[in-house]
C-alpha cells in the first residue's frame, strides 16, 4: 500500500505493539483525525519477539484499516543509546532514553512524509507515565506533538478487549532484555 496523501489532520501514531494500537486509533478518529501508524521499536530484546510484536500491529492495522509503516529494528544501536542504565527500574532514566529514541524517529519519519502532528501509544499503558512521555514529545518539537493520554476514560482496558476480541499476541513484558530480567 503506498503512502497516503498527507492532510493536515493526519497524525503519525507511533505503535509500540498491536495491544495497545486499538483504543487510540479509536480514540483519535472520534477526535477527527486520520491515522497512520509507524512500527519503530529498536528496544525490543530479540528478533523473535519483534517479529511476533510486529506481526499483531499489521494484524491489529489491518483490523482497523490503517497503514502502518515498519521502522528498522536497530537494537544495537539501542544497546549503546542506553549503556549505563541497564540496571535502572522500569519507569526510570532507561525508559526515558527509550520513549526519546522512539519518538525522535517518529518525527523524522513525520517529517519525511509531510504529516505535522505526531503522538504514541506509550501513553495506553498503565506502566508508563503519561508527563514524562508527553514532557519527551514536547521536548522534541511543543508544537508537533500531540500529548493524548489514552489511558483515561479506561483506555488500558479497551485497548486491551479490543486486542482479545481479534486474538492478537499479548505479550509479558515491556520489551527489552532489562524489563523481561
Ligand atoms: S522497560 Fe520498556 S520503556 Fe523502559 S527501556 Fe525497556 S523497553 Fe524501553
Known amino acids: 500500500m503506498s503512502i497516503i496523501t498527507p492532510i493536515g489532520n493526519t497524525v503519525l501514531l507511533h ?16 477526535e477527527g483525525y486520520c491515522v497512520v501508524g509507524y512500527f519503530f521499536n ?15 500491529a499489521k494484524k491489529m492495522a489491518k483490523t482497523l484499516e490503517i497503514e502502518l509503516i515498519e521502522g528498522e529494528f536497530l537494537h ?58 508527553s514532557t519527551v514529545g514536547k521536548g522534541i518539537s511543543e508544537k508537533r506533538f500531540l500529548p493524548v493520554d489514552f489511558k ?16 492478537i499476541y499479548f505479550q509479558n513484558y515491556c520489551g527489552c532484555e532489562f524489563s523481561f530480567r
Open 42 to 56: 529498536p528496544n525490543i530484546s530479540s528478533e523473535e519477539e519483534y517479529s511476533k510484536r510486529l506481526g499483531a
Open 76 to 133: 544495537n544501536e539501542w544497546l549503546k543509546a542506553i549503556a549505563g542504565f541497564e540496571s535502572e527500574k522500569e519507569g526510570g532514566k532507561r525508559c526515558e532514553i527509550c520513549f526519546r529514541i522512539r519518538l525522535e524517529e517518529t518525527f523524522k519519519k513525520a517529517e519525511e512524509l509531510g504529516l505535522k502532528k505526531i503522538t504514541t501509544t506509550l501513553t495506553v499503558s498503565p506502566h508508563k507515565d503519561f508527563d514524562v512521555v
Open 15 to 30: 505503535v509500540c505493539c498491536g495491544v495497545c494500537l486499538g483504543w487510540p486509533v479509536q480514540k483519535l478518529r472520534d
Open 152 to 167: 483515561k476514560e479506561d483506555g488500558s482496558k479497551k485497548t486491551r478487549d479490543l486486542a482479545k476480541r481479534n486474538n
